[in-house]
């Protein structure tokens, strides 16, 4: 059991952990369905009145930590979650999550199809004055709304928190992927990109999504390696 435990748990582990997280939010921000809604995620956090760069940008840091705030509590379920069914099922789980993982790779890579589902649709409009609840509300509702292109990479870090068995690696994992999201959203909020830097974004980031489903394929088989090895040797 200790085998299965340790898979991801061990301090070496945590820095590549932590960085794959922070990177697999930039990645899913650049996706190009991404891309499209943040015109419409500006709109909601800061209303339709031209503001100064500082109000905006606070405005866009408090809509960030309400996403990295529902993150955080998703990495603890996930970690809680990762190390009951280990003690329970051990091996079946890992296999359960590997496949998990290959078929989230196979869907960026654009071998498998399959609609992702959105829990929250509707997102609540702000008239631009308030400078922080709003803001918070609905970071929280676009982090569990998601997008179609970002949903894949999203899902197989909640895989891998819960390999990670560690809560406090778990929340750091989804609160870095929820910051890395973020962050293209404040650059283009306080002005420091414009659209047709996003268009330039926007086409190539499809190959992005393609490079991160084959990262995901990788890891999966890497986890199929680490589960079976230890039956190949002892024939």
């Given at each position: 059991?200790e ?45 339709l009145?031209?503001q ?51 078929v989230?790779g ?42 179609p ?85 002892s024939?």
């Open positions: 059991m085998h299965y435990v340790s898979l991801f748990s061990t301090g070496a582990n945590a820095p590549i952990l932590l960085l794959v997280s922070f990177l697999g939010g930039v990645v899913a921000s650049i996706s190009p369905c991404s891309l499209a809604i943040i015109p419409l995620i500006m709109g909601y956090v800061l209303g009145s031209e100064k760069a500082f109000k905006t940008a606070i405005q866009l840091l408090f809509f960030i930590l309400g996403s990295a705030v529902i993150f955080s509590i998703i990495g603890i379920l996930c970690a809680i979650t990762g190390r009951v069914f280990i003690s329970i099922g051990g091996a079946y789980f890992m296999l359960i999550l590997a496949s998990f993982v290959m989230m196979l869907k960026l890579l654009g071998i498998l199809d399959f609609e992702m589902p959105v829990i929250i649709k509707q997102i609540p409009k702000n008239d631009g004055s308030n400078l922080i609840l709003y803001p918070f509300i609905v970071g929280v509702v676009f982090s569990l709304a998601g997008t292109c970002s949903t894949p990479i999203l899902a197989a870090i909640m895989s891998f928190a819960a390999l990670a068995n560690k809560i406090l690696l778990a929340i750091l994992m989804l609160f870095l992927f929820a910051i890395g999201q973020g962050l293209i959203i404040l650059i283009v909020g306080v002005g420091l990109s414009k659209v047709k830097s996003m268009n330039k974004i926007a086409s190539f980031s499809d190959y992005l999504l393609k490079f991160s489903g084959l990262l995901l394929v990788c890891a999966a088989v890497y986890i199929f390696y680490k589960i079976f090895i230890p039956f190949f040797v024939l």
